[in-house]
Structure formats: structure tokens, C-alpha cells
């Protein structure tokens, strides 16, 4: 391992451990404070505010990070894609703006979570601000790591100052979102002193068009798999009772806090490692993705097999004796811990290097579409622990069709060479 992506990976690794210590404390806290029905609701609102981020990050943290790393050495070329990046942000975000709110003046189950999903909505405007994208394509990720454990630190005195009751709830939305807004506001403001060249101008609507367009396959694929992924939370959201909902909600936010901690130092540093890899010659990226994969894959099956054993102890101490019975739904997510294994290094490596954007959102539409009926019947026939074994099933399904498209790109990709 390079020196460079041994310290990158060290920063990020350092930071998402740093990350989810914090929630070692302010989990507990809010759990046992708002209780298991409105614990809930916030995860069900969060989940939904998570498409418009979606909306509003577009594929930048993509696109724009392939493209900064190769052109980091030209402050007019890095002037002209910060620009352009930012005024695109600026109007999906306009966008984004105005399908909330009439979601939230039209749907009657956003309005049974207004003041939640309020809360969290303006979290979408820290994206337009937020420059982990630039950082990223010069892999200066020691930045990216001290703003994401600022935005905890941040987050965790909001919440210990304002939340001290039940009907405070809605107040960990609007800690969150105050927490992102302070940091992306920093990261912006480093951007730059870190290059004093950086300038930021309105680049012409034509130039933003051609790089939304361009980015349309990424976008498309990653906001299928926000479907995909959250489906279930949706569904959960709108299918369950209360109890259930709770318990659900606390098994998916384990899950996603695992998932987040091992995969993404992965995404983060392999991305424009890879990158240079494949600029080297295919067979080097090819031998470099395999081995990465056996690794990643062993220390993925090594700490979910930990999990397994240590699920209800974990539960009893991160959410409360009134969450306890969420370990048994837990434990059906694991599976999905190694799927994602195989599900980043092909999805989110190697279709961008090989720039297959196509195989990419023809695997998530397919999946997609299945995932959303899916999850409707096993949630409304078999409720919380449907949801839960429904995703572990997708995920294979996932592992199987991506594979397999994976072999076929490789082949194209000799044949074309």
C-alpha cells in the first residue's frame, strides 16, 4: 500500500472511528430519552431527507472526483469545476427545494412528520456547500476526517444543551442539521486557503447543463439506490405500528452505522487510488482490485461474525432494555454486511474506472423496482423481521447480477483494449 493511501486511509479510518464513538454516547442519550416511538420517527424522516441529498450531491462526489484528479495541477481548470460544481449544486437544490414542499403540503404522511422531517430537510443546503469532492480528487482527506468528527463533536453539544425531553425529539433533527451547516461552511471557506488560484464565478447555464448530463448515469444509479436501500425504511415508516417501527429503525441504524464505519475508508481511498491504477494499465488495476477484494472480504467476515455473537449485548448498551428485542432483526441484516463487501469493490470501484456508468444503473434499476415491491409485501405480510431478511436477500441478489455484469466489462474491456 502506498504511502499516500496508507495516510489517507489512516485519516478517514481514524475519523469514522472517531465518528461512531460518539454515537456510543449520543445513541444511548436519544434512545432512552425520546423513546422507541419517536426514535422512529426520526430515523424515518432522516431516511426520507436522504433522496433530496441525493438530489442535491447529484454525482459529484463521483464525477467531480475522477475529473479533480487529474486536473489538480491547473488552478483555472480547478476554478472552472469548483464553479461549476456549486452553481449545479445550487439549482438541484432550488429543485429539491420545491418538490419538499409540495410533498409536504400534498402527502399526508410527510405531514404526520413535519416537524422531523423539517428538522433534517436543511442538511440538503450543507451539500451545496460541502467540498469533500475537491478534498477527495487532491486526497487531502485529512480535511474531509476533522470536519466529519467536528460535525459530530457539534452535533453532540447541540443535543446534550436542548434535548432533555420526549417532546424534544424533533430538536435531534435540527442539531443535526445545524452541525452539518457549521462544518460545510468551514470546509468551504478552506477550500479556499488551501489553493489562494481558487476562484468561484457563474460558469454559464450550458456548462452546468453538460455537467449534470454528464453525470446522469452516476446520479441515476445512486438515487435508484437510495430506493433500493431505504425502501424498506420507507416502508417500515408507513406499514408498521409504532413498537415495531422503533425496533426496526434501531436494527437499520446499527446496520448502516457498521456499514458506513467498514465501507466507507474504503470508497473513500480507493477511489482515486484505483484511478491511477487503471492509468497504469488494466492488468495492474485488475491484479490491484482482486487483492484489495480478498482483504477487504476477510476482515468484513471476521468482524460480522463478532457482531453475530455480540448482538444483544450491543443492543442492551447502545439502545436501552426497551430496544433489546431489535437484536433478533439485526442479526438478519448481517448477511448484507458481507454482500456489501463484493457490492462496493464492483458498484462504487469498478464500474466507474471502467466507466460502465450503464451497467451500473441497469443493476440498480432492476434491483430497484424489485426492492420496492419487495419490501411493501414482506413488511405488510411479515412486518419488521420481513424487512430485515427481505434486504439481506436483495443484497445477494445484488452480489450475483453485479458479478456477473463485472466478468462481461472486463471481457469488453480487453476486447476493446
Known amino acids: 500500500m502506498s504511502g499516500v493511501l496508507f495516510r489517507n486511509f489512516s485519516y478517514i479510518t481514524l475519523s469514522q472511528a472517531a465518528n461512531y464513538l460518539i454515537p456510543l454516547i449520543t445513541i444511548p442519550y436519544i434512545s432512552r430519552v425520546v423513546g422507541v416511538e419517536k426514535f422512529g420517527w426520526l430515523e424515518f424522516s432522516y431516511s426520507v431527507v436522504l433522496y433530496f441529498i441525493q438530489l442535491v450531491e447529484y454525482s459529484f462526489d463521483i464525477t467531480a472526483t475522477r475529473r479533480m484528479a487529474v486536473i489538480s495541477h491547473n488552478p ?9 460544481v456549486f452553481w449545479s449544486k445550487m439549482i438541484l437544490w432550488a429543485l429539491s427545494t420545491v418538490i419538499f414542499g409540495l410533498l409536504l403540503a400534498t402527502n399526508t404522511i410527510f405531514r404526520a412528520y413535519a416537524w422531523p422531517l423539517l428538522g433534517y430537510y436543511f442538511i440538503t443546503f450543507s451539500f451545496v456547500l460541502s467540498q469533500n469532492w475537491f478534498f477527495q480528487g487532491l486526497q487531502k482527506l485529512g480535511v474531509v476526517a476533522l470536519a466529519n468528527v467536528g460535525l459530530k463533536l457539534i452535533f453532540a453539544i447541540l443535543l446534550f444543551l436542548f434535548v432533555k425531553a420526549e417532546s424534544d425529539y424533533y430538536l435531534v433533527a435540527v442539531s443535526t442539521t445545524v452541525g452539518y451547516l457549521l462544518v460545510s461552511m468551514v470546509t468551504f471557506w478552506y ?37 433500493y436501500a431505504l425502501s424498506g425504511m420507507y416502508w417500515a415508516g408507513t406499514l408498521l405500528g409504532t413498537a415495531q417501527l422503533g425496533h426496526f429503525s434501531a436494527a437499520h441504524k446499527l446496520y448502516m452505522v457498521v456499514q458506513s464505519m467498514m465501507f466507507y475508508p474504503v470508497q473513500m481511498t480507493l477511489l482515486p487510488h484505483l484511478s491511477k491504477k487503471m492509468m497504469e494499465g488494466f492488468e495492474v488495476y485488475k491484479k490491484t482490485f482482486f487483492r484489495y477484494l480478498k482483504w477487504i472480504l476477510l476482515a468484513t467476515s471476521l468482524v460480522s461474525v463478532l457482531l453475530y455473537l455480540m448482538s444483544p449485548f450491543v443492543f442492551k448498551v447502545l439502545f436501552g432494555k426497551d430496544f433489546l428485542h431489535a437484536h433478533t432483526l439485526f442479526d438478519l441484516f448481517i448477511p448484507s454486511l458481507i454482500a456489501g463487501v463484493f457490492i462496493n469493490l464492483i458498484v462504487y470501484q469498478a464500474f466507474i474506472h471502467l466507466k460502465r456508468d450503464d ?28 424487512g430485515a431478511g427481505f434486504r439481506s436477500i436483495m443484497d445477494m441478489l445484488y452480489v450475483l447480477l453485479s ?9 469488453q474491456y480487453l476486447t476493446k483494449a
Open 76 to 84: 483555472i481548470l480547478v476554478s472552472r469545476l469548483f464553479s461549476t
Open 191 to 227: 477550500a479556499f486557503r488551501l489553493i489562494p488560484e481558487l476562484r468561484v464565478y457563474f460558469p454559464g447555464f450550458k456548462l452546468i447543463i453538460r455537467n449534470i448530463k454528464n453525470g446522469f448515469y452516476i446520479f441515476s444509479a445512486g438515487m435508484a439506490n437510495k430506493f
Open 359 to 386: 451497467l451500473h444503473f441497469k443493476v440498480l434499476v432492476v434491483l430497484m423496482v424489485i426492492s420496492i415491491t419487495g419490501n411493501y409485501i414482506a413488511i405488510k405480510h411479515f412486518g419488521a423481521i420481513g
Open 403 to 411: 458479478w456477473w455484469w463485472l466478468l462481461r466489462a472486463f471481457k
